[in-house]
């Protein structure tokens, strides 16, 4: 895993800047991070023109600033160096690309905010502008990592998600599983039994699978899930069956290549990405 020695936190002064700032804390004094950049954009032209006149003698940089710094202060409990940035800009998802290149930003940690459709920066356009790792977090998400869902095609990209788990699983001892999401063909199934195929693919996957896991030689504990898409989407799959299965955090990769799965196609990572999870999702750049 390469290491993370800076971390921007995108905040937008909404209810889950509290949860941010939390697992931030979680995550830098974790892996030991050298500095954290809390990162909020002030939209001036979303202001209504009803009070610019009231709003036009007041430092809105100043005051929110102030804010920030009293919120970061009191929440964030890492060793580690931290600043408030306050910018203006019409597109956040440019002002973080731009803190990300700036300040060498290795991990960026945004709000799922998709199931109260707020204003959040969650968007299909950040997940591709962003050279570094993502880390979307859901509200109220807790600060803890003791079970790793790791997605997985048996390409070789998907080697990067397993380096990022076993580092974790170094640092906290959590459970990894290698998981496989799959459905089959459909250009097949007007000429074989659905259930034969079932039984094909999933021996040829699981014969896969041991050979991959062998290949990346993960230093860990590592289990292994395969997954049947059946009908359903694989993110609403892979949502599904995480929360039933108590899972604190998703790794998968920004894109992968397999014939029988799409998990880490990147489609599919972004329709992930715009999901609502309600773990935590670590997109590895």
Known sequence: MTEINNILVALDLSDIDNTLIDYASF???????????????????EISELFEEQLRDLNMDEIIGDELNEKVSEKFTASSEWEVLISEDPYSESLINYIVNKY???????????????TGVVSGKLLRLLKCN??????N??????NIWAGTDFSSASKKVFSVAETLQGIT?????????YNVPVQFSPYIP?????????????????KFIKRIGYKGDLTTEIIPGRDTGV????????????????IVGDKGKNTFSSLLVGSVTEELFNEDL??????VK
């Open 27 to 45: 995550i830098a004094e974790s892996l030991k991070v050298k500095k954290v950049y809390f990162v909020h954009n002030i939209k001036k032209y």
């Open 104 to 118: 060498e930003v290795q991990l960026a940690l945004i709000g799922n905010k998709n199931r109260s459709k707020g």
């Open 134 to 139: 993502i880390l979307s977090v859901p509200k």
């Open 141 to 146: 998400a807790q600060p803890l990592i003791s």
């Open 173 to 181: 001892g959590a459970k990894v599983k290698a998981v496989h999401v």
């Open 194 to 210: 659905k259930e034969h195929l079932d039984v094909k693919i999933e021996g040829h996957l699981k014969e896969k699978s041991g």
């Open 235 to 250: 993110a609403e799959k892979l949502r599904v069956k995480a929360k039933s299965s108590n899972v604190d955090l998703i």
């Open 278 to 283: 309600e773990v935590p999702l670590w997109i």
